[in-house]
């Protein structure tokens, strides 16, 4: 069953681009277990500012649960996630993204009866400092703030060509649209680091490379965003990511660049395949 998608919640501080430090997100001997089954065991890895770092694996690898360990979905039972320098671990996936961290899910987790506008507005809100009490205390400013707020979603529309869907609600969308109004969520975040659970799955190739697309562009616009992808379509993330972490049965096969990762042989015998290294 897809996530139900992040309540809209004021944030307790937003990270300063400028204080940010050079690592965005530590994590440090994570596990997680499943009844007898250890399905994370000893995760560690640094994600720089700037950086795209593609988590790759077979599937039932563990990808999915280090994103979730990450996010607040799912509570490690060893380790811990520190995002700009805070300590995160086990804190509500909302306490997460107000620490700067966004995500998209493998299978989008939109409210689909709401129209890509508002979709992208309540992502917004988690970047906003009014909160409930704030908003009524302060209506002026709070007024001020909605009005930047729509103004940020009318540049992202614009910037992401959905303005043909804007005010049209999600389920009537096709799947690859959504694909990309959820990425357009995730950055109207403004988040420190961008987590991407296989953001072409299910696309046409078409689609799936005007998604790589967006991604190579948001890059050039944004060089300080980190970026943490899962995805399974090896050619595209040879050309996209800076390093990859290989994981299989829930531990860390390799790390380092994309030549690197191709040459090597524990990377061929577990996930590869002999072929693609030649
Ligand atoms: N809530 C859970 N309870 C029990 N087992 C789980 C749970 N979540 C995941 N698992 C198991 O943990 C293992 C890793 O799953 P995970 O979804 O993290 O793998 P993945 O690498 O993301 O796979 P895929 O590429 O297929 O998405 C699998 O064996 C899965 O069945």
């Known amino acids: ?116 506008r508002d979709n992208l507005l309540l992502g917004r809100r988690h970047a906003m400092r009014t909160g409930s009490l704030a908003t ?28 043909e869907v804007a005010d049209r609600t999600v389920e009537t969308l096709p799947h690859g649209v959504g694909k990309v109004v959820e990425l357009a969520r995730a950055v109207a975040m403004e988040p420190a680091v961008l987590l991407l659970d296989e953001p072409v799955a299910g696309l046409n190739p078409e689609e799936s490379a005007e998604f790589a697309g967006h991604l190579r562009a948001l890059r050039e616009e944004r060089p300080e965003l980190a970026i943490l992808l899962i995805e399974h379509d090896m050619p595209l993330v040879l050309t996209l990511a800076d390093r990859l972490l290989v994981l299989n049965f829930g531990r860390e096969v390799a790390t380092g660049s994309p030549e690197q990762i191709r040459q090597d042989p524990r990377v061929i015998d577990a996930y590869l395949g002999r072929r693609s290294a030649e």
């Open 1 to 116: 069953m897809a996530p139900s998608p992040p309540a809209a919640t004021a944030p307790e501080s937003a990270p300063d681009a400028l204080d940010r430090p050079e690592t965005v997100l530590e994590v440090r001997g994570l596990g997680q277990r499943y009844g007898a089954h250890q399905v994370l065991d000893d995760i560690d890895f640094t994600l720089r500012r700037g950086e795209l770092l593609a988590t790759v694996g077979p599937n039932g690898a563990g990808k999915t649960t280090l994103f979730n360990c990450v996010t607040g979905v799912s509570r490690p039972r060893t380790g811990s996630v520190s995002v700009v320098g805070r300590d995160v671990t086990g804190l509500r996936p909302s306490a997460i993204v107000r620490a700067g961290v966004a995500r998209t899910f493998q299978h989008l987790a939109l409210f689909e009866t709401l129209t890509v």
């Open 136 to 163: 009524t205390l302060r209506p002026l400013r709070a007024r001020r703030e909605e009005a930047a707020n729509r103004a940020v979603v009318a540049a992202l529309i614009e910037r992401y060509g959905l303005r």
